[in-house]
């Protein structure tokens, strides 16, 4: 049978029973959410990878506790964000390296063009580009300054990969409460870049 036509419940039953390859492709399906999550609570990608892993080995082990009343990715994800953040907490040098692109997106890809593709898109000069680059830095700083229940919420939402459901369910707060946390993140950063003399692009 195709894979495409196999659920992830398929999967698990499958996996529940032994079959190594069932779980295979539960990770192969996804793997890009899983790391994505983690990258987003750790901003390094060799800690989300090491994250991702202990998130798959967790899941395998407590296959049999899953019951169902999420989809297998919210409950997966709920798990990779557990173990990243753990992560998170030992590290000693956190959020030295941030999310790449690094907001790359612009503060507010889905309403309009980022200055940093708007100045690439134009063919900068070296002038442009170097404003462009301290523009990045800048943002950088700011996401940094965000607390850490604000800056979660923005980097999840920012990533373009989860519904707001799927990251309440990963912070374990209402879905309202995650739109918020979105919602003043951008409005604390573009303040804080008005402050920093951005009032044309923000």
């Known amino acids: 049978m195709s894979t495409c036509c196999v659920t992830d419940a398929d999967l698990i039953a499958r996996a529940r029973q ?3 390859a069932a779980f295979g492709e539960l990770i192969d399906r996804h793997r890009t959410s899983v790391y994505r999550a983690a990258l987003a609570a750790l901003g390094s990608h060799a800690d989300a990878e090491d994250a991702a892993q202990d998130a798959f080995l967790a899941a ?3 296959l049999d506790s899953f019951r169902g009343e999420s989809s297998f990715k919210t409950w997966l994800l709920t798990i990779t964000w557990h173990q990243a953040i753990n992560r998170r907490r030992s590290l000693t040098r956190v959020w030295r390296r941030m999310v ?3 907001f790359a997106g612009g503060i507010e890809s889905a309403e309009r063009v980022s200055p940093l593709d708007q100045l690439a898109a134009i ?3 070296p002038e442009q580009a170097a ?6 830095r800048d943002i950088q700083q700011c996401i940094r300054a ?7 919420a923005l980097l ?4 373009d990969t989860y519904t707001y459901e799927e990251i309440g369910a990963m912070l374990k707060v209402p879905t309202g409460t995650i739109k918020w946390r979105v ?14 003399g951005y009032g044309d692009v923000v």
């Open 60 to 62: 395998y082990r407590r």
């Open 183 to 196: 919602s003043e993140a951008r409005k604390t950063i573009k303040k804080q870049l008005r402050e920093r």
């Open 100 to 102: 790449e692109p690094a």
């Open 18 to 20: 032994g079959d190594p």
């Open 123 to 125: 063919g900068p000069t």
């Open 131 to 136: 404003a462009g680059d301290q523009l990045r």
């Open 156 to 159: 999840l939402a920012q990533s």
């Open 146 to 152: 965000l607390s850490p229940k604000l800056r979660d």
